[in-house]
């Protein structure tokens, strides 16, 4: 994956955040994906 086609994904995904684009969303992100906040906490999507 070259510089600019990572570049153009998170500019979708920037705007997708922003406007609370779901479905773009759901499409960008990983199912497993897990993010720390910056207070350290740890946020992962439930299992179903």
Known sequence: ????????????LREA????DVDVLDALLADDL?????TGKVRSQPTT
């Open 17 to 20: 955040m922003l406007s609370s």
């Open 1 to 12: 994956m070259t510089e600019s086609v990572i570049a153009e994904l998170e500019g979708r």
């Open 34 to 38: 897990t993010f720390v906040d910056a």
